[in-house]
């Protein structure tokens, strides 16, 4: 007599167990979940490659395995090899930080000196015991932070390495079955196959262009700044060269928030010709690859205000980690395409 879909108690029940089932199956998954997000992301990047190998040698396995051989050697190992390196000077910083934090305090305290006998300065009557008060807390909490995120990483070595093989394990079939997956879910999703191929457009877009920007834009401009800080005698350029890398996909700041103090600081400590090359450097050659490479490598693939891509970054960051970087504009981008697709119904039904 009623007709209407679930409107009986069975298909009620029905309903809710395949609601609990597929909760506890994302929650079985949880764990995994950056995992699969960079297999699917590094398969998408991978996979005019994978299908132009399957049109010559035809064999799905085959292309699929040479393509994950070519992601481990392009990719993974040279962040593997700066990764480790990283470690390395991530350690010295902290010991430094740890002790030498009377040294740093003396620079500091010698600084602050400074600027109260500079004419200029004078009239601000800088508080020398405060600042030394706050420098010694933000010594004190950079050398926490590092400890603490380098205690985390050698303590979860195990888990990192299970992560990882389940990421190659999974760009593998993703590569070879990535087709099937995007059919069955389409199948089983109660979504036009119109919206689906949106968000999947939307999704790759992003993604790919986030890291696009951040691994050759950023890493230009890292690989510059580092070098240019190696030159003129600053400590640990590899891992400033790395903050660089990470910052410069920040809109408007980018990495010029490391080589501006770089080079006051160095003029103000009197090393007047290496202050004067960094910002120099900074302003005419690592400021200029983001003004020149910025239009060719993203066009308009990130349709999206430079303001919600910086939020969406230090969200991303803020509650996913490391990967927050991409998941952050990724989820920005899916939710203004999906009020995209509500409006363009809305006004479909409205017309009808």
């Known amino acids: 007599m009623n007709d209407k879909p679930f409107a009986n108690f069975q298909n009620i029940i029905f309903i809710s167990l395949l609601g609990i089932i597929t909760l506890f199956f994302g929650y079985l998954l949880k764990v995994f979940f950056f995992a699969i997000f960079w297999a699917v992301l590094i398969a998408g990047i991978f996979s005019p490659l994978n299908k132009s190998l399957v049109k010559k040698l035809k064999s799905k396995n085959l292309c699929a395995g040479l393509t994950l051989l070519a992601v481990l050697v392009c990719l993974i190992l040279p962040l593997g090899l700066l990764v480790s390196l990283l470690i390395n000077e991530s350690m010295e910083i902290y010991q430094a930080v740890d002790s030498n934090e ?8 010698w600084l602050i000196n400074y600027l109260n ?3 200029l300065f004078a009239r601000l009557d800088i508080n020398h015991e ?4 706050k420098s010694a807390e933000i010594l004190k909490a950079v050398s926490e932070f590092i400890f603490k995120n380098l205690s985390q990483l050698t303590q979860n070595t195990i888990l990192l390495v299970i992560q990882f093989a389940v990421m190659l394990y999974s760009l593998f079939y993703f590569l070879r079955d990535g087709d099937t997956f995007i059919n069955a879910i389409t199948r089983y999703l109660p979504m036009n196959k119109y919206h689906m191929d949106t968000f999947i457009h939307h ?3 992003t993604a790919k262009a986030t890291l696009k920007f951040t691994f050759i834009i950023g890493g230009i401009q890292g690989l510059l700044g580092g070098l240019i800080f190696y030159l003129t005698g600053i400590e640990r350029a590899l891992v400033w060269g790395v903050l660089m890398v990470g910052l410069a996909i920040i809109p408007a700041v980018g990495c010029s928030i490391i080589w501006v103090p770089a080079g006051i600081i160095m003029l103000f400590q009197g090393h007047i ?8 450097f900074g302003a005419v050659v690592i400021s200029s690859v983001d003004n020149l490479l910025r239009p060719i490598l993203l066009g308009r693939d990130i349709q999206m205000h430079s303001l919600l891509l910086f939020l969406s970054i230090l969200g991303g960051l803020a509650i996913f980690g490391f990967s927050g970087f991409v998941l952050g504009p990724v989820i920005a981008s899916l939710f203004l395409a999906s009020w995209r697709l509500f409006l363009e119904l809305y006004k479909k039904e409205k017309i009808e």
């Not at 009377?102 to 305290?109: E, Q």
């Not at 010709?273 to 120099?280: S, T, Y």
């Open 102 to 109: 009377s040294k740093l305090l003396g620079n500091i305290t």
């Open 117 to 119: 006998n500079h004419p």
């Open 130 to 133: 405060f600042f030394t008060g």
């Open 203 to 205: 999704f790759l877009t």
């Open 273 to 280: 010709w290496q202050g004067v090359v960094i910002l120099v």
